[in-house]
């Protein structure tokens, strides 16, 4: 016999608001949620979808070795520490001189690999940036079936 599982396949909705913020978005299935709404039945949906990266400043060679060795530290140290426990003679004191270590040889291996990976891109990418993933807006979709109450709850007590 085989478990009972959740019907997945998609059913009719109705876009029930529009908002220009997810947090808008977000803070209104809150409320049909707080106040008893089944929102297993609601989807935000962004539309307008744009990437962007905002770039956050020159990348030199010298900052590239350094953010490789910040993470290679503490990658290593991590490594150097979960290593150093199986020293059932003084696990602490073990753990902490090993993760010492792993910190160190993290740090210069990681400061390599960041130097040449810089190196590697041939002056292409200079700059430092955060990607994000952005909408023009954020509809609210009900499932058909029940978009009439939870339009009426969003209507007469709106959260936003």
Known sequence: MTPPTEDTTQR???VIAS???YADAERAVD????N???????AIVGRGLEWVEQVTGRLTALTAAG????SGAVA?????WLLGLFNWMAPVISGLLVALYGAVIGAVIGAIVGWLSHLGTGGRRDFSSVPNLRAESYDLLVEAEVSDDAARALRDHSPI
């Open 12 to 14: 009719p909705s109705v």
């Open 19 to 21: 908002y220009p913020r």
């Open 31 to 34: 409320f049909l949620s707080d």
């Open 36 to 42: 008893g709404f089944p929102v297993r039945h609601t």
């Open 67 to 70: 953010r490789g060795a910040a």
């Open 76 to 80: 290593g140290a991590l490594l150097g």
